[in-house]
């Protein structure tokens, strides 16, 4: 069984290199793996909704917490009221216009149509946070996009797992509404101060060695999660925003932690759609086909250009950005996971509603991934200039009070070119080391930064943030950035 796990795993990581060229996502591959370890295929069989689902949502919170770590303050801030909107007023129209079209259209019975339109009404982060970083959108959009795809969740988990319950029956509108309220609030304030905990924690402690600062930072995400959820509240918002908050703070071993959590998201990604491609039964899908092209035509080109044109045109957005948000607005394995919700608590006609989200997906991911860099260029939403924003890693000096940090000069930015006494750094901060082409050199006030260059600085902890604003506005701005930018 290990052998055949690594094997998986391995064959998934070697096939990200022909997603990546075609353009598709890879959860494409991955639903095809499970599909041909499956029941139908190598014999593996797995029919424990229960366990799927706990399983799914586990991974669920990996993939999102690393999505929140590498989500910038500066770019969510100018698109978070319209991400925040989507994400609960946009996805409510979403899931009644759908639910509208498979209780007419396919004669679906109310709950089993409020439950098809609530699963498949979420974007999906792994599949747009795949998909969008490839692409060089306005920041503005491609913001938009990520931060409507981490906030949704919340909210359809909360509506699916109500509609799924035995609630249901003497559920109201109001009780609904109140009940969704109280998990995204409650499970934002847990999420978020777990976060401030333990950014605290680690700010404070000189822990043995480098690589259990990403350990450490992924136990906290995984407890803003588990506590959001055992205080019965959302543990998906609560690691979202978890993540948010810790990636814009100044941990010590920044970009160790985001590589080692980027790694872990991966492997949560593949071990996630692996086990959704082995609940499918594939001599079970053809059935449900037709049903499920009904269902995404309705959702694709209906539902969602309403909720976005609605919402979005008031907001700022003009015709062509938001025409391609709606067309972003990708499925991927959340909705599948929410088909385990209903399965597990035994709901009727729970396996129609699998195989039709199962096929919704796989084939509106066929057509809207490949799509989305000509969609771009169509709708003229491409950023083509490049970011100069510098990298600062740090690491702690705990006896003596002091940070050490690792500064790259990127392409393009202001850095390169400026003396090392136009610096300017705060009392308390000494740029030590210039790494250049691999070789050590002690600058002087003479040495002049290149593209490439590797800077190691030593800063008291009293200056650290006052440093990084100093170097990232030189960045900017050059050396005359405290005289510019104050204009």
Known sequence: MLVAGCGVVLLAVLAVRLTTRSGLPTLLLYLALGLAIGEDGLGVELDDFQLAQNLALIALALILGDGGLTTRLDTLRPAGPLALVLATVGVAISVGVTAAGAYWLLDMDLRTALLLGAIVSSTDAAAVFAVLRRLPLKPRLAATLEAESGLNDAPVVVLVMLLASDAWDGATPWGIGAQVLYQLVVGAVIGLA?????????????????????????????????????????????????????????????????AFSEG??????????????????????????????????????????????????????????????????????????????????????????????????????????????????????????????????????????????????PPGSRLAGV?????????????????????????????????????????????????????????????????????
Do not use: C, K
């Not at 950005?321 to 385990?340: D, H």
């Not at 740090?394 to 500064?407: C, G, I, K, Q, W």
């Not at 800063?459 to 950035?481: I, N, Y």
């Open 419 to 487: 003396w090392t006494a136009d610096l300017r750094l705060p009392r308390g901060a000494a740029l030590v080391l210039i790494v250049r082409d691999g070789q050590p050199d002690v600058p002087d006030a003479h040495s002049v930064l290149r593209v490439g260059d590797q800077l190691l600085i030593v800063t008291t902890r009293a200056v650290r943030a006052e440093t990084e604003q100093r170097l990232r506005a030189v960045g900017r701005s050059g050396r005359l950035a405290g005289w510019l930018e104050s204009r």
């Open 194 to 258: 777990v976060a401030w905990a333990g950014h605290w924690v680690l700010a404070r402690a000189a822990l043995p060695t480098a690589g259990l600062y990403p350990l450490a930072t992924l136990s906290i995400l995984l407890l803003a999660y588990a506590t959001a959820s055992v205080a019965g509240a959302s543990g998906i918002i609560g690691v979202y925003l978890a993540g948010i908050l810790l990636g814009n703070s100044t941990l010590p071993h920044h970009r160790a932690t985001l």
């Open 264 to 409: 872990s998201a991966s492997l949560a990604q593949i071990g996630l759609f692996v086990l959704l491609g082995l609940l499918a039964d594939p001599s079970r899908l053809p059935g449900s086909f037709g049903e499920a092209l009904i269902a995404g035509v309705v959702l694709t080109f209906v539902a969602r250009p309403l909720s976005v044109v609605v919402l979005a045109r008031p907001m700022g957005l003009n015709w062509r950005e938001s025409a391609f948000v709606s067309w972003a607005g990708l499925r991927g394995a959340v909705p599948i996971v929410l088909t385990t919700v209903p399965a597990a608590a035994g709901v009727a006609g729970s396996e129609q509603i699998f195989d039709i989200v199962f096929l919704l997906v796989v084939v509106f991911v066929l057509l809207q991934g490949p799509t989305l860099p000509w969609a771009a260029r169509v709708a003229g939403v491409t950023d083509e200039t490049p970011t100069h924003e510098i990298a600062i890693e740090s690491a702690p000096l705990d006896e003596l009070r002091a940070d050490v940090l690792e500064v790259d000069v």
